[in-house]
């Protein structure tokens, strides 16, 4: 798979702090790519230099295969955490105005906005001012002109910030169609629920450093403890566990469940997980069985604590 944007070991310093050492990362092109780490930890920073917004000590970033140029704004679309709409100025009439700056003629930016104000219902806005509008009306806004120039790239900075439910739900699903029709997307937010549901790569930044990159699946695999949460109805459950507890690493835990269960999470080393199936088959009725995948804030926490 090709990659949309390549960053090589890029340093950026500010005095005698450093917010990036030698970070490298690799999107793949069509991903949606989540952008980790702890507040401080450099990913806004990288984000700018990205955006060319502030400029690398040294490193090099890679656009579709060629070195970034200034130019290249017009295939990176880019929504803040902290938004950028001028406050006392129309709606349509700043809209038009950023979507030319994007590259876009009059025409087409009108097109366009007609689009997306059809699709997200905001067509009576045209002639309100931002400052009239609500937080996650405002939001709808900068989402709109963040896309509207269809960019090969789409730089989201906790894109959900201000939404209600609803309307972040809606937000979502527009990110994932635009991804369906080819655009890529780098995501940065610390809502864990939403990378596990809309990225396929990851990458954490702590520190200023890199620690994690790849494929979500293969990142999930690497931090696997081969442990499986297990729900049983017992006559015995002492001395079950006492007999488990002889071959198996066990603990506590706790799902949701319609029955009043022994629930234990055991580490099974190398034993495979049908033999002890077969073992718990001999010794009750097993009511649940689930290996006990590392969630991306699980794998988060362990990384940044340890």
Request: hydrophobic share 35%.
């Amino acid at each position: 798979m090709s990659n949309i944007l390549e960053v090589h070991k890029v340093v950026k310093q500010y005095g005698n702090f450093t917010a990036l050492n030698e970070v490298s990362l690799s999107i793949p092109d069509g991903s949606i790519y989540g952008l980790l780490g702890p507040n401080g930890a450099g990913k806004t920073s990288l984000i700018r230099i990205i955006n060319q917004i502030t400029m690398p000590d040294s490193g090099e970033i890679i656009l579709d295969g060629k070195p970034l140029r200034p130019e290249d704004v017009q295939y990176i679309g880019y929504m803040p955490e902290e938004r950028g709409l001028y406050k006392s100025m129309k709606v349509g009439e700043q809209c038009l105005y950023l979507a030319q700056l994007k590259g876009l003629s009059k025409h087409d930016a009108k097109t366009q906005l007609e689009y997306w104000f059809e699709r997200l219902e905001i067509q009576g806005w045209w002639n309100k001012k931002i400052e009239e509008l609500s937080k996650g009306m405002a939001q709808k806004i900068q989402f709109v002109v963040t896309v509207l120039h269809k960019p090969k790239l789409l730089i989201l900075d906790e894109p959900f910030s201000g939404f209600d439910p609803v309307n972040a739900n809606l937000i979502k699903d527009e990110i994932i169609e635009l991804n369906k029709q080819g655009t890529s997307v780098i995501f940065s937010t610390h809502r864990m629920e939403s990378v596990e549901e809309m990225c396929d790569h990851i990458a954490l930044i702590h520190k200023s450093n890199k620690l994690i990159e790849g494929k979500l699946t293969d990142v999930k695999k690497q931090f696997r403890t081969n442990s499986y949460e297990v729900g049983i109805l017992s006559e015995n459950n002492e001395g079950l566990v006492q007999e488990l507890s002889q071959k198996f690493t066990l603990s506590t835990t706790d799902f949701k469940s319609l029955n009043d269960e022994l629930k234990l999470e055991i580490q099974l080393g190398t034993t495979a997980p049908n033999e002890l199936l077969q073992l718990l088959l001999q010794r009750g009725q097993v009511t649940h069985f689930m290996e006990k995948i590392p969630s991306v804030n699980d794998i988060f926490i362990k990384t940044v604590t340890e």
